[in-house]
């Protein structure tokens, strides 16, 4: 008997997401959420009510583009960065990265009051002029390949206020 894409999202919040991985009911929400959300723009665009839409309605595909709707056309990210804002020490962020990348992300923080410390992991080097990914400004700057320790050492630099 297959179960309905219904009962697997109704065992999915009662057993799995409380029972088996502990998460607080906070979190279930946010999942909640989100998955209902999902929902809705899958019956959209399928054209279906949400009650009879099927496991092979959630395609990756769909997937894929309901997280570029929340990040590009929701602007999640930065919603999201905002109401958490007190509560980051410390934003990491590789330099290359699709739709957006570290250098952005840093020209966009750095302006915040007070200053976000920001630390910026790249395999090219910070001295490559000219490189699209190079930034303008002085940012602290992690080269890849690293090591657990030489992460934990440059962290603790940047929050101690050294770079």
């Known amino acids: ?16 997401l409380p029972l088996q991985t502990g998460l607080r009911l906070s979190s279930i929400r946010s999942y909640r959420d989100t998955i209902r959300l999902f929902l809705c723009v899958v019956s959209g665009q399928r054209r ?6 099927v496991l092979d309605d959630l395609t990756l595909e769909r997937v894929l ?12 990210l930065r919603t999201l960065f905002y109401a958490h804002e ?5 934003v990491i962020s590789d ?3 699709p739709r957006l990348g570290g250098v952005e992300v840093y020209e ?3 302006s915040r009051q007070p200053p976000i410390r920001f630390l910026l992991a790249s395999g090219y080097s910070p001295t490559s002029l000219g490189h699209p990914h190079h930034p303008t400004v002085d940012v602290p ?6 090591t657990l320790s030489e992460l934990a050492r440059r ?3 940047v929050l101690d206020g050294g770079a």
């Open 1 to 16: 008997m297959t179960s309905s894409l219904g009962s697997l999202v109704h065992s999915f919040f009662t057993d799995y």
């Open 48 to 53: 279906h009510p949400i009650s009879t839409l």
């Open 65 to 76: 583009a309901f997280l570029k709707h929340l990040e590009q056309d929701r602007g999640n």
């Open 86 to 90: 007190s509560e980051i020490d410390l």
């Open 95 to 97: 330099s290359v990265m």
């Open 108 to 110: 966009a923080l750095r």
């Open 141 to 146: 700057f992690l080269r890849k390949p690293w």
């Open 155 to 157: 962290i603790r630099a």
